[in-house]
């Protein structure tokens, strides 16, 4: 992959249907080249889904990482799926330390309880590190029986042509989607596997000196720095750790990369896990879009 591919990307994570004449004129190639480019992330599965869900802002929702430490007697794929079996887990990620990775999503203190206590009873865990993150909220907007016969089409599939919308709803699809979009409410975006295309994905596990360096700018300084290896940045409301998402070619990239961060004086400890499988499950955004659809129609969505 390179930078035409980590911004179209970035493009499809924040808003999947948006067009390829859209994405041609922000990244300066023509719209048969960008079709081209995701036909070949699709095929190698660096996108994996696209996604529909609600905004976090519509169920009141705030996001948790943790960082599992384990004694590596599990096998990673059916350990990701326990972990992945609890109803506020949205993803999760084994590495070659033993530990694993999960992003959560809750809406009370009771369901962060109730994310921590599953954690915890998972045979083979030794340690458990959470930590709320700073997200974007998305709007609030009611959401008619229109909009969810339109929003049924796309969890059918999200990048669904209007046309087609409209020959399915018998709706002005058009008008309802862009009520749906000015409102912010519902999210489209893709699922990524950044391992799929033989790069090596790797989480570097961050703790900084807050006198020297923020929160915020210390995401700013390594999205300045690390542009096209790094993907996603993780960063803890309560403490000064952050967690960045990288992927590169060779383990001499990853090494290099480590090592320069390591030279900062605000960096204060630096530590790699590489990552061996991944996997996401249906979170509570998702599961609520579903369900209203199902409450609308009367009818189970597949």
């Not at 889904?49 to 007697?73: H, K, N």
């Not at 029986?145 to 999200?158: G, I, T």
Request: proline content about 3%; aromatic content about 6%; glycine content about 6%.
């Amino acid at each position: 992959m390179d930078i035409i591919d980590k911004g179209i990307l970035s493009d499809l994570t924040d808003n999947c249907r948006i067009t390829y004449e859209e994405l041609s004129r922000k990244h300066g190639i023509s719209a048969n080249a960008i079709r081209k480019r995701i036909t070949r992330l699709e095929e190698t599965k660096v996108i994996s889904a696209y996604t529909v869900s609600l905004s976090t802002a519509m169920i009141g929702s705030e996001f948790v990482f943790a960082i599992l430490s384990t004694d590596g007697s599990r096998d990673e794929v059916e350990f990701v799926n326990e972990i992945g079996s609890n109803p506020w887990i949205i993803a999760a990620s084994s590495y070659t330390d033993g530990s694993y990775l999960l992003i959560g999503e809750y809406t009370s203190t009771d369901e962060l309880m109730a994310i921590a206590t599953h954690l915890r009873s998972l045979d083979s865990v030794h340690h458990v590190e959470l930590h709320t993150i700073l997200q974007s909220k998305g709007g609030i907007a009611p959401l008619g029986n229109l909009h969810l016969r339109v929003l049924r089409c796309l969890l059918e599939d999200a990048r669904m042509p209007i046309i087609d919308i409209a020959n399915k709803t018998g709706l002005t699809a058009r008008r309802v989607l862009e009520e749906i979009e000015a409102s912010n409410s519902v999210h489209t975006s893709i699922l990524l596997e950044l391992g799929a295309a033989s790069s090596i994905p790797f989480v570097i596990w961050f703790t900084y000196d807050q006198k020297k360096i923020g929160p915020r700018e210390l995401e700013a300084w390594l999205e300045e720095n690390y542009d096209l290896p790094l993907w996603q940045v993780f960063l803890s409301v309560a403490e000064p750790v952050a967690g960045g998402l990288f992927a590169v070619d060779t383990l001499t990239e990853l090494d290099e990369i480590v090592r320069s961060i390591r030279k900062n004086d605000f960096i204060m400890t630096a530590k790699v896990s590489i990552s061996t499988h991944h996997d996401y499950f249906e979170g509570p955004r998702s599961r609520k879009l579903r369900e209203m659809i199902e409450a609308a129609s009367g009818k189970k969505v597949q």
